[in-house]
């Protein structure tokens, strides 16, 4: 099995595809889809964080349009949600760094970099499915304290394929924030005031894809209002 | 019994000083949840800051259950004084106005008498508690809608809408247990000396030094903590905790009630036995 993992390795590195090219293929699997709509259960399992498991739905509309809904609370990872190739490629310098294998599957690994440079993630590698060329999993150079890796399960909703299960783990770097003491323990709220970093995982589960049913503008436009 | 405790009830509520208290927390909760209104989710922003960074907040978690939590909080260490211009005024009151030897001449027991006063202490504390919970939950519910409750405290818990109204109410009614506390210390205090005022203030006084020997992070206060009145009257708070830990709460209460029973059979013998010359 190793053997034909490196055999397979090899034969994709030299039949290579640039970075961009990557993420343009990525771009070309999800063309047919204009907007969807997604049902969406999450669970976090993080450092001083109790939440029940949360239920929102999900709209997304091209380019990058995208907007919640829930009745009550619900709180979602800020990266990886519906992850936006055509932002990735606009945004970042994609570089081929290799291939790997994720669950039996081949994968391209590129190595993105900010264009921006105030951009909060600065550097992340993105590992590709090479036969559907879906985003298999993201893992992010440390940034602010903190890392985060992503990945991703698909299930075909007709001619595309488009997450089923998300599986987020936030690392963190440096201290260990349960391991300070003194002033925290008298006043655990300042801890939370504080803002320090949690370690933890999340997981959202997407069923009941609504694919191109012409979302209106105004769906996202309400969101910008609220903010 | 009956007559006994109704005219007691009768005397503390044509009192103007039994509506200090009401007086007070119908300025300052409307003041305290208004400004909140306006001033809007800063204190909840900094708190959640560094979440907000990883994640979007999908819903209202700036809230009448979230502004009700933060008034109990702020509260908590003041309404005692509240509680004790009324109890503290229950026995010496009588002192101080000239009747304690008019109402003890006639053929009741002073054991009867005693608990009539009590009764009235206690009704009074209850209703005091309880308007309290209806104006703030009431009024942060109308001003700032509901929705699921965020408790910041160690660590952040989100609780779901549906199990909030009920923590709350089982909240309101454990808080009326440690001003039941309070309003026993008053009485015992209330029961040795002839003028109001000082078992007022000697009621905050030993409110004070228990909370300074509480929240004082000094180990030589380690062994003895636990029994210290004041670590124990925000039992109410463990309701808003998940699971709900009620042995804590349970222990929370019988040190409480230890204090309670001990000071009103002081506070009674003290009054059975006194000679009255006033």
Same mark, same amino acid.
């Given at each position: 099995m190793?053997?034909l993992?490196?055999?397979l390795?090899?034969l994709?590195l030299?039949?290579?595809?640039s970075g ?5 293929k990525?771009e070309?699997?999800?063309?047919p ?7 969406l ?6 450092q001083?964080?109790?939440v029940p498991?949360?239920k929102?739905t999900l ?15 619900a709180m979602?990872?800020r990266?990886g949600?519906?992850l936006?190739?055509?932002w990735?490629r606009?945004?970042?310098?994609a570089?081929?760094?290799g291939?790997d294998t994720i669950?039996a599957r081949i994968?391209?690994?590129l190595?993105l970099?900010?264009k921006d ?5 600065r550097?992340l ?6 036969e ?10 440390p940034?602010e304290?903190r890392?985060?890796t992503v990945t991703?399960r698909?299930?075909q909703?007709?001619?595309v394929?488009l997450p089923?299960t998300?599986?987020a783990?936030f690392?963190?770097?440096?201290t260990e924030?349960d ?10 709220q300042?801890r ?7 370690g ?5 589960v ?6 191109n049913t ?6 996202f436009?309400?969101?910008e209002?609220?903010k | 019994?009956g007559?006994l405790l109704y005219?007691e009830?009768i005397k ?11 007086l007070?927390?119908?300025i300052?909760?409307?003041l305290?949840?208004?400004a ?10 900094v708190a959640?800051r560094r979440?907000?960074?990883d994640?979007f907040?999908i819903?209202?978690l700036?809230?009448?259950w979230?502004?009700s ?8 260490v003041?309404?005692?004084?509240l509680?004790s211009f ?8 009588e002192a101080?106005?000239?009747?304690y ?5 006639r ?6 008498i005693f608990?009539a ?9 209850f209703?005091f508690?309880?308007f309290?919970? *209806?104006?703030?939950?009431? +009024?942060?519910l109308? =001003? $700032?809608?509901?929705?699921? /409750?965020?408790v910041?405290e160690?660590?952040? %818990?989100i609780l779901?809408e549906?199990s *909030?109204?009920?923590?709350f +109410?089982?909240?309101? =009614? $454990?808080?009326?247990?440690p /001003?039941?506390?309070i309003?026993?210390?008053? %009485?015992?205090f209330?029961?040795f000396?002839d003028?109001?005022?000082?078992p007022i203030v000697?009621t ?5 030094v228990?909370?300074v020997l509480?929240v004082?992070p000094l180990e030589?206060f380690?062994?003895?903590r636990?029994?210290?009145?004041t670590?124990?009257m925000?039992?109410?708070?463990k309701?808003?905790?998940?699971p709900?830990?009620w042995d804590?709460?349970?222990?929370s209460?019988i040190?409480?009630?230890i204090y309670t ?9 003290i009054f ?6 006033s």
């Amino acid at each position: 099995m190793y053997s034909l993992t490196v055999i397979l390795g090899l034969l994709l590195l030299f039949q290579q595809p640039s970075g961009e090219e990557i993420l343009r293929k990525v771009e070309e699997q999800l063309a047919p889809v204009n907007d969807y709509t997604a049902d969406l259960v999450a669970e976090v399992d993080m450092q001083r964080l109790r939440v029940p498991r949360m239920k929102a739905t999900l709209y997304f509309k091209k380019p990058d349009k995208v907007h919640f809904e829930a009745s009550g609370f619900a709180m979602l990872p800020r990266e990886g949600f519906a992850l936006n190739p055509t932002w990735l490629r606009q945004n970042f310098d994609a570089t081929f760094a290799g291939s790997d294998t994720i669950d039996a599957r081949i994968l391209y690994k590129l190595q993105l970099a900010a264009k921006d440079k105030s951009t909060r993630i600065r550097q992340l590698f993105l590992w590709v499915d090479t036969e559907r060329w879906t985003v298999a999993k993201f893992e992010t150079i440390p940034y602010e304290g903190r890392n985060l890796t992503v990945t991703f399960r698909y299930a075909q909703q007709g001619s595309v394929f488009l997450p089923d299960t998300m599986h987020a783990v936030f690392g963190f770097v440096g201290t260990e924030p349960d391991s300070l003491s003194g002033i925290y323990q008298a006043k655990p709220q300042l801890r939370e005031m504080m803002g320090q970093v949690r370690g933890g995982t999340m997981t959202v589960v997407y069923s009941n894809y609504r694919i191109n049913t012409g979302l209106s503008d105004t769906l996202f436009e309400k969101k910008e209002e609220k903010k | 019994m009956g007559k006994l405790l109704y005219y007691e009830l009768i005397k503390t509520f044509f009192k103007k000083r039994t509506y200090i208290g009401f007086l007070i927390a119908a300025i300052i909760v409307p003041l305290v949840e208004v400004a909140i209104k306006f001033e809007g989710d800063r204190f909840l922003q900094v708190a959640t800051r560094r979440l907000q960074e990883d994640f979007f907040f999908i819903g209202n978690l700036f809230n009448g259950w979230f502004v009700s939590y933060q008034i109990m909080n702020a509260l908590w260490v003041h309404v005692p004084l509240l509680i004790s211009f009324v109890a503290g005024d229950l026995l010496a009151g009588e002192a101080t106005a000239g009747t304690y030897r008019l109402l003890l001449i006639r053929p009741v027991s002073r054991t009867r008498i005693f608990l009539a006063k009590l009764g009235a202490t206690v009704l009074y504390t209850f209703s005091f508690v309880s308007f309290l919970g *209806v104006l703030s939950v009431g +009024l942060a519910l109308a =001003l $700032l809608d509901s929705g699921d /409750m965020i408790v910041i405290e160690n660590g952040i %818990l989100i609780l779901e809408e549906s199990s *909030v109204a009920w923590r709350f +109410l089982v909240a309101f =009614l $454990l808080a009326v247990w440690p /001003m039941l506390t309070i309003a026993s210390i008053a %009485l015992l205090f209330s029961s040795f000396v002839d003028n109001a005022i000082g078992p007022i203030v000697a009621t905050m006084g030993v409110l004070i030094v228990f909370l300074v020997l509480t929240v004082l992070p000094l180990e030589a206060f380690d062994s003895i903590r636990d029994g210290f009145f004041t670590k124990h009257m925000v039992l109410w708070q463990k309701v808003f905790a998940d699971p709900i830990p009620w042995d804590d709460i349970q222990h929370s209460a019988i040190v409480l009630g230890i204090y309670t029973v001990v000071s009103c059979i002081s506070a009674w013998v003290i009054f059975v036995k006194r000679d009255i010359l006033s």
